[in-house]
């Protein structure tokens, strides 16, 4: 193992904090799940705990694990700890349907006299409608995910600690968001349908493909903060993004257009069509 690894792997501790609250999530989600279980066996199936927790797992190993040295050091690392936090985590979170096992596996007197009080209030209900409507959802996480790519964001965020946590809630949340209209978990209800699906997962591509292709084929390094910290690997800056570019267009892409295709094989099959 390279001096360069060493390094990161030895300066390198586990969050307590971060892994404590990922941890506490996934105990309630699963106490959640086994009392809703007895009431909806077919709707909670096994598999539903099994993505909720891969992707507090893809959380953990994108912020709290060596990835976050990793990142640090490389472009193209950090291009992989945005895809496990806007790509992977969020749809595996969705597709467990975690609201109804989050609030049951809550103590009771917390459910009733902390949560309670909050669904019942109409703002904060319509706030949340809001938030998850398409039009909002697509574009908070296409203006976060470019927002946070422009030079002076990216380099500010990589400098200041605090700042690149905010970043990664902030591509983490708005992901969510994002994948909530394509999933729609239960009890929510289907906010829309057929070739308004399609939209808009190819025009959220349409944004990564850009981006990503920007930063391939661009002649010099777009990142100021690669430039001035020493590269411990040995990989140019400049073949180091492209290399993020490349695992940015390929994966992030692949994660929107299959999806796509899914619903594109379903509007053409007649017996389906019902059901989007």
């Known amino acids: 193992m390279s001096s360069a690894y060493r390094d990161i792997f030895s300066e390198w501790s586990p969050p307590i904090g971060l892994t404590a609250v990922l941890l506490l999530c996934a105990v309630v989600y699963v106490r959640g799940w086994l009392a809703i279980r007895k009431t909806r066996p077919a709707e909670f199936p096994w598999w539903r705990p099994g993505a909720f927790l891969f992707g507090l797992v893809m959380i953990w190993v994108a912020i709290a694990s060596p990835m976050d040295g990793f990142a640090d050091a490389l472009l193209s690392a950090h291009m992989v700890e945005h895809l496990l936090l806007m790509s992977f985590a969020p749809p595996l979170l969705l597709l467990s349907w975690p609201v109804v096992p989050l609030l049951r596996g809550l103590p009771r007197l917390v459910r009733i006299y902390v949560f309670g009080p909050l669904i019942r209030r109409k703002g904060l209900r319509n706030l949340g409608h809001f938030l998850i409507a398409p039009l909002v959802a697509w574009l908070a996480m296409n203006l976060v995910f470019l927002g946070w790519h422009v030079p002076t964001a990216y380099d500010f965020a990589l400098e200041n600690e605090r700042w690149h946590e905010f970043e990664h809630f902030c591509f983490l949340a708005t992901s969510i968001l994002f994948w909530w209209p394509v999933i729609h978990p239960w009890p929510t209800q289907r906010l829309f349908t057929g070739w308004f699906l399609l ?54 892409s692949l994660i929107f257009l299959v999806p796509a295709v899914v619903v594109t094989f379903r509007l053409l099959d007649p017996r389906e069509r019902r059901l989007l």
Not at 220 to 246: H, K, T
């Open 199 to 252: 939209l808009y997962l190819v025009m959220a591509d349409i944004v990564n493909t850009l981006l990503s292709a920007f930063l391939a084929f661009c002649d010099r390094p777009v990142y100021g903060y690669y430039l001035r910290e020493p590269n411990a690997f040995g990989i140019s800056p400049l073949a180091d993004q492209r290399a993020g570019a490349v695992v940015m267009w390929v994966v992030g």
